[in-house]
């Protein structure tokens, strides 16, 4: 919809001028090229789960959220490390909303410190409304983290981007004039006007910009049917009542959880947990890009709230839990670990999948550029690259073409001996110098896939720049990855679904 349709219908000229002043604004946060590609991904239900992960191993942040989410939903016990798994278990859906969410995030969480401090107050009510919605049936809990994050985005940007206005806006606010009427008097719109705008603007889905401008009315008729207009309504009243408000009011929590508690009641019996995993979690997202929560100009109750949630050892020190505890582990150890217990399971992950899940483990755990499965084709004759992770491994695919026989150079030869070759190009690995000189790879690896004494296709991973070599244990990891994965063609094979007649799930 355009701006000037959507403000025809809210606000008028006003708040189009104001947005598109702010458009034209060099530094306005846009959606990267990365966040853009994941977002078309990800509207695709049935779009390639490859495609997906490719994109999120790219960027830090996105992985983090990614695996803290599906952690959340987690019932197995075992932690989840790779990408590929956590897509598998979100959807498509989720994803797409958490790739929204960090946008906003990343461009306001290190500006001024009351910038800063309105950025945290927002990531607790997407991390109150991320809560509740966990406790609530039929509500995505990462569709209520995004529109938890917008719900106040109109406040932040006024803040940023006008702060004489927005000076005026608190001045008003301190004479016990209404913070809407507050607004109309110096902006002629409201923060919740020109949030929604922006939202709009950015090509946000229609209910985060309803969960903007609408406040849920517990009352009405039709509250159960909008279950997530109520998640984030109350955690956004929960961040006014806790942090915004003051201890004179204390009693206002206490009040909107009973307003709400007909339609939300385990909100109101997890109150504390909700306010204390809300702190936990904003705590880490600020850690993770290097801020502390108290440099933050919180009020006093922030802070006491802050200590009296966060779990310490004897010496001080934040103690590791769940998922932060097996981090301490080697991340190549973590994550085939986890590749191999799916592989070695009944799971109901197509081959492709589980192949994607090995390649994840090898990429990140193993710090390669690149990592793609090649298979031989039906007749034996042919090497051929099907399915790839990191960046530029498209056009690696395209390349990974080799005649499998004597003549086929060194892929070919390393196949027939079912050897594995690691190295850097140098004099010290003739093997992989001579696949170097082919790839133009400063490290690399190739490991045989064998079933049943046969060679059925490779996994080869390299770097362009120089690295430190894999160490025994690390090789021994690669190893033992390879015989999950050739234990699970085996069973393909033996139940007469041979490896290769499976070409289309192994295409991207």
Request: charged share 20%; net charge neutral.
């Amino acid at each position: 919809m355009s701006l000037v349709a959507y403000a025809g219908a809210a606000t008028g000229r006003m708040v189009i001028d104001c947005v598109q002043s702010l458009t034209r604004k060099p530094d306005f946060p846009a959606f990267s090229d990365q966040i853009k590609k994941i977002l078309a991904a990800a509207e695709d239900e049935e779009g390639s789960i490859r495609e997906l992960t490719n994109l999120i191993i790219r960027d830090y942040s996105l992985t983090l959220k990614v695996l803290r989410a599906a952690n959340c939903r987690n019932m197995s016990g075992r932690p989840i490390h790779g990408v590929a798994h956590a897509v598998m278990m979100l959807g498509t859906a989720a994803v797409r909303h958490l790739a929204g969410s960090l946008v906003i995030f990343e461009y306001f969480h290190n500006k001024t410190a009351g910038v800063r401090e309105l950025m945290m107050l927002s990531m607790l009510t997407a991390n109150h409304a991320y809560q509740i919605a966990r406790r609530a049936p039929g509500i995505s809990p990462e569709e209520a983290y995004l529109c938890g994050m917008t719900r106040n985005l109109g406040e932040v940007l006024a803040a940023y981007y006008l702060p004489a206005q927005y000076a005026k806006i608190l001045g008003l606010m301190k004479k016990r004039v209404p913070r809407s009427t507050a607004c109309l008097q110096v902006l002629r719109f409201t923060f919740d006007d020109l949030g929604a705008a922006v939202a709009r603007y950015w090509g946000m889905p229609d209910r985060v910009t309803e969960c903007v401008m609408k406040e849920f009315s517990p009352g009405s008729r039709n509250a159960p049917e909008n279950l997530l207009l109520a998640a984030v309504s109350l955690g956004h009243q929960m961040t006014t009542a806790v942090y915004r408000i003051g201890p004179k009011n204390e009693s206002r929590l206490k009040m909107c959880l009973g307003e709400y508690s007909s339609v939300l009641p385990q909100a109101q019996t997890d109150a504390e947990d909700i306010l204390k995993n809300a702190i936990k979690e904003t705590q880490e997202c600020f850690a993770a890009c290097g801020m502390a929560i108290n440099e933050l100009r919180l009020e006093a109750q922030t802070r006491r709230a802050v200590e009296a949630y966060a779990p310490v050892t004897p010496d001080g020190r934040e103690k590791p839990t769940g998922l932060e505890a097996a981090e301490a582990a080697p991340a190549l150890e973590r994550l085939a670990q986890e590749t191999i217990t799916l592989l070695s399971s009944n799971s109901d992950f197509e081959l492709n999948t589980l192949i994607l899940m090995v390649l994840e483990a090898i990429l990140r755990g193993g710090r390669f550029d690149r990592a793609l499965f090649a298979f031989l084709n039906p007749d034996r004759t042919q090497v051929e690259g099907r399915i790839g992770l990191g960046d530029g491994v498209e056009s690696l695919i395209r390349k990974f073409q080799f005649q499998f026989s004597t003549a086929g150079g060194p892929v070919a030869a390393a196949l027939l001996c079912k050897r594995i070759v690691a190295g850097a190009g140098d004099g010290e690995h003739p093997e992989a110098a001579k696949l170097s000189a082919i790839f133009g790879s400063s490290y690399l690896g190739l490991l045989p896939i064998v079933v049943a004494h046969q060679a059925v296709g490779c996994i080869y991973m390299e770097n362009t720049h120089p690295r430190p070599g894999l160490n025994e244990r690390e090789l021994h990891v690669l190893q033992e990855l390879c015989v999950a994965l050739t234990s699970a063609l085996g069973r393909l094979r033996n139940a007469q679904v041979a490896p290769n007649s499976r070409r289309g799930l192994l295409t991207s």
